[in-house]
């Protein structure tokens, strides 16, 4: 049982009431939720970075992006049913987070914040605040730490509880990363065994995790852990299974990228390509920075990248399920706010792993020129200016 449930004042004894905060991306539940949430999405700073003389600019370029991908992100979700399951998937996961911690006698109110779409972590600290949390846990639904998931989230809530007379004083612990934790590598390794079996000759296939990318830039140049975090966590997982006699081949990509500029390498569509040229004829992806069915699951993998797949030549595809509500990883997760609780003090103001580093002066300057000019050619292109003339003017 934690060991702080109550806090003792001179003349009485108050109920300790912990929450959990959960921090999802989001998604749009229906065809017409999905420009804004775009808009959202590409309107976050720690998105799209833009050089501080260029700030002014971003919910402009927001705008015209979110107009320009809305059609073909509309068709995506329409192949899936018309929207996003993660607001869905990650209530259940809540609801199971509190039970378990109900279990372990720890009770939790636990919320969901979600960054870009209903419900918005606005909504969620109201609610906190309505309950009267007096201790609690930040808890993000990305086992891998990036500045733009985790920081972006948690950046959001530094500038909400610092302006609070309540919230300035709330004890608060963040869980900023929890790839390495036994109980999440363990689930990984049991669903990846499981689905191993399916195929004809599980000892053959090639086990292919996919990681959702992110542009290069944000590790070189903003000290982004996430690739090193990514790569500490495959080896995790591979070592798991070995442990367990599994020693199938295995490889890492990135998907879902966007824009012209340079993502993490190698592209999950391009390796796919060499896999099948290569001869590999059964494929196993595992989707690893992903703990809940969405978008670039049941779209871009199930449909897209084992379309792919198929015509190169891999035969035997499947595909790992997300953990969702998988109880070894709800109990895990449950573990993990119960060791974080004793570590919660009032949320520092001081400066963040996702704060931007720009002390190249040249390569500042560089990017502010072909930035400019990008944006420049963007707006004035007959693409852009016919879909603002259909879309929003």
């Known amino acids: 049982m934690y060991p702080g449930i109550s806090i003792e004042s001179e003349s009485h004894i108050t109920e300790e009431k912990i929450g959990v905060l959960l921090l999802n991306l989001g998604g749009p539940e229906t065809l017409n939720d999905v420009q804004p949430f775009l808009f959202n999405l590409f309107a976050d700073p720690d998105i799209i970075r833009l050089p501080r003389l260029f700030r002014f600019l971003q919910q402009p370029l927001a705008q015209l992006i979110s107009v320009l991908r809305a059609p073909k992100s509309k068709e995506g979700y329409a192949a899936i049913g018309g929207g996003s399951p993660l607001r869905k998937i990650t209530n259940e996961q809540a609801n199971a987070l509190r039970l378990a911690l109900k279990t372990k006698e720890v009770p939790a109110n636990v919320y969901v914040a979600m960054r870009y779409w209903y419900p918005f972590t606005e909504e969620a600290v109201r ?16 086992p891998q730490y990036s500045i733009s998931t985790t920081g972006s989230s948690v950046r959001i809530l ?3 509880f610092r302006d609070d007379s309540y919230l300035s004083r709330l004890p608060v612990a963040i869980i900023q990363s929890w790839y390495q934790r036994e109980g999440y590598i363990k689930s990984m ?18 086990i292919f995790f996919s990681a959702h990318g992110v542009p290069v830039s944000y590790v070189e140049d903003a000290g982004d852990p996430y690739k090193d975090q990514m790569e500490e966590c495959i080896f995790l997982i591979m070592k798991e299974l070995k442990s367990r006699g599994t020693n199938n081949d295995h ?18 569509d391009e390796v796919l390509v060499e896999l099948g040229q290569k001869g590999v004829k059964s494929l196993l992806a595992v ?7 969405h978008i670039e699951t049941l779209e871009e993998i199930d449909m897209e990248y084992k379309h792919l797949a198929l015509e190169s030549g891999i035969a035997n595809w499947g595909r790992v399920p997300a953990l969702n509500c998988s109880s070894s990883f709800i109990t895990d997760l449950a573990d993990a706010v119960i060791e974080a609780l004793p570590s919660a003090m009032a949320m520092s103001t001081s400066n963040t792993i996702s704060e931007e ?4 002066i040249v390569g500042y300057v560089a990017k502010l020129f072909f930035g400019s000019i990008l944006a420049f050619v963007l707006l004035l292109s007959p693409k852009m200016l016919l879909a603002f003339k259909n879309n929003v003017l």
Do not use: C, H
Request: hydrophobic share 40%.
């Open 287 to 293: 989707p690893v920075s992903f703990v809940s069915e």
């Open 189 to 206: 390794a049991d669903l990846i065994e499981k689905e191993l079996q399916i195929f004809p000759n599980p000892e053959e296939a090639m």
């Open 158 to 160: 530094q500038d909400m």
């Open 357 to 360: 580093v720009e002390n190249d």
């Open 251 to 268: 490889t890492l990509a990135y998907q879902s990228r966007v824009g012209p500029v340079q993502w993490l390498k190698p592209y999950t």
């Open 127 to 142: 609610q906190i605040k309505r309950d009267r949390i007096t201790r609690l846990v930040v808890l993000p639904l990305y």
